[in-house]
């Protein structure tokens, strides 16, 4: 990946005419843009030389025409085009007729006083397109993919680093599982680390805990945890502690089903040979939530998941069919769940 490679040029004034951001991580296209904005212009020149046209709601040639205009009191335009979904194999009716050939004319003399950066937040474009190609052709490419969970782990360690902060190797695995190793997720989390160990320059397991907010996914991953290791006085806490905090009984169980559909179908692929890789891109589920699935669902036999899973299609039936009080049927399904089935 060539990101920070082609951050620190522009902050450095090498910059070309012609930018294409691809990839979805919305961190690091947020990273991309800022930087755009702050190298290419003077603070008193942003409301003058900048444009930003989202091709979803504008035609193609309002963003052509302004990059095609001389800069307002300052040397350089930025001109800045988001969602450029005429790139891509989209079927769908565009909103507008897309000027094609102008934006190809452009590619291949573009203007001498305008900085042309495309983000496209999309996994790849459509190769098959003459305007694509040309694209590539002519223009610097910074690729913002998803990051895997190593590379997640890498840019993040490293940023803690560059803010001169360390932290303990539990805490960090603790932060890395409350953001789901999402770096759009942990980056919006960490500043809040860094304010509340300013004085030791220090983040600790504790500070994780009590700062990072968990999602209700999360909880509910610690809930599917207690009934299977039939911690039932600690599955019920939880449970209330949800209901106190307004969340339907009926969601809670639709996402403790989905979480244990989740295990099911890796305890079944892994007994067929398939790998954490291979699991994710059949499941076309985070690879990072694969991971955790196979640690969680180890100790258990795939019948015992399956009674788990079945049990809560049957709460499910009764909580929509209102047999019985609501917020009493996780508690029969605990309960039951825990007297008739063991570890293993």
Same mark, same amino acid.
């Given at each position: 990946?060539?990101? &920070? %490679?082609?951050?620190? #040029?522009?902050?450095?004034?090498?910059?070309? !005419? @012609?930018?294409?951001?691809?990839?979805?991580? =919305? +961190?690091?296209?947020?990273?991309?843009?800022?930087?755009?904005?702050?190298?290419?212009?003077?603070?008193?020149?942003?409301?003058?030389?900048?444009?930003?046209?989202?091709?979803?709601?504008?035609?193609?040639?309002?963003?052509?025409?302004?990059?095609?205009?001389?800069?307002?009191?300052?040397?350089?335009?930025?001109?800045?085009?988001?969602?450029?979904?005429?790139?891509?194999?989209?079927?769908?009716?565009?909103?507008?007729?897309?000027?094609?050939?102008?934006?190809?004319?452009?590619?291949?003399?573009?203007?001498?006083?305008?900085?042309?950066?495309?983000?496209?937040?999309?996994?790849?474009?459509?190769?098959?397109?003459?305007? &694509? %190609?040309?694209?590539? #052709?002519?223009?610097?490419?910074?690729?913002? !993919? @998803?990051?895997?969970?190593?590379?997640?782990? =890498? +840019?993040?360690?490293?940023?803690?680093?560059?803010?001169?902060?360390?932290?303990?190797?539990?805490?960090?695995?603790?932060?890395?599982?409350?953001?789901?190793?999402?770096?759009?997720?942990?980056?919006?989390?960490?500043?809040?680390?860094?304010?509340?160990?300013?004085?030791?320059?220090?983040?600790?397991?504790?500070?994780?805990?009590?700062?990072?907010?968990?999602?209700?996914?999360?909880?509910?991953?610690?809930?599917?945890?207690?009934?299977?290791?039939?911690?039932?006085?600690?599955?019920?806490?939880?449970?209330?502690?949800?209901?106190?905090?307004?969340?339907?009984?009926?969601?809670?169980?639709?996402?403790?089903?989905?979480?244990?559909?989740?295990?099911?179908?890796?305890?079944?692929?892994?007994?067929?040979?398939?790998?954490?890789?291979?699991?994710?891109?059949?499941?076309?589920?985070?690879?990072?939530?694969?991971?955790?699935?196979?640690?969680?669902?180890?100790?258990?036999?795939?019948?015992?998941?399956?009674?788990?899973?079945?049990?809560?299609?049957?709460?499910?039936?009764?909580?929509?069919?209102?047999?019985?009080?609501?917020?009493?049927?996780?508690?029969?399904?605990?309960?039951?769940?825990?007297?008739?089935?063991?570890?293993?």
């Amino acid at each position: 990946m060539n990101f &920070s %490679k082609e951050m620190a #040029k522009l902050k450095t004034n090498k910059i070309a !005419p @012609i930018y294409l951001i691809l990839g979805t991580e =919305s +961190y690091l296209n947020r990273i991309a843009r800022e930087t755009f904005i702050h190298s290419i212009l003077k603070k008193d020149e942003i409301d003058l030389n900048l444009g930003i046209y989202d091709m979803e709601e504008v035609p193609l040639g309002v963003a052509l025409e302004d990059a095609e205009s001389v800069p307002f009191f300052g040397d350089r335009r930025l001109v800045i085009v988001d969602r450029p979904i005429f790139l891509t194999g989209d079927k769908g009716k565009p909103k507008f007729e897309h000027d094609i050939k102008w934006f190809e004319n452009y590619l291949i003399k573009p203007s001498a006083t305008t900085i042309f950066v495309i983000f496209a937040p999309y996994e790849k474009l459509d190769d098959r397109k003459k305007i &694509s %190609k040309l694209l590539k #052709k002519n223009a610097v490419i910074i690729e913002t !993919p @998803i990051l895997s969970e190593k590379e997640m782990r =890498s +840019y993040l360690k490293t940023t803690i680093e560059n803010e001169e902060f360390k932290i303990s190797p539990e805490a960090f695995e603790l932060f890395i599982q409350l953001t789901d190793a999402k770096l759009s997720v942990a980056m919006s989390e960490l500043p809040k680390l860094l304010l509340y160990g300013q004085e030791n320059k220090y983040i600790t397991k504790d500070a994780v805990s009590e700062l990072i907010t968990k999602s209700l996914e999360q909880n509910i991953f610690s809930l599917n945890d207690y009934v299977l290791k039939k911690k039932v006085g600690l599955a019920l806490e939880l449970y209330h502690d949800l209901l106190l905090q307004k969340e339907d009984p009926i969601k809670i169980n639709a996402i403790m089903t989905s979480q244990f559909r989740l295990l099911l179908q890796v305890k079944i692929l892994e007994k067929r040979g398939y790998q954490q890789g291979d699991i994710a891109k059949i499941l076309k589920v985070h690879p990072y939530r694969i991971k955790l699935s196979i640690q969680h669902m180890r100790p258990f036999s795939k019948k015992v998941l399956a009674d788990a899973y079945n049990g809560l299609i049957e709460t499910e039936y009764r909580l929509k069919t209102g047999q019985g009080e609501k917020n009493m049927q996780f508690e029969l399904f605990v309960l039951q769940f825990a007297r008739n089935y063991s570890i293993g």
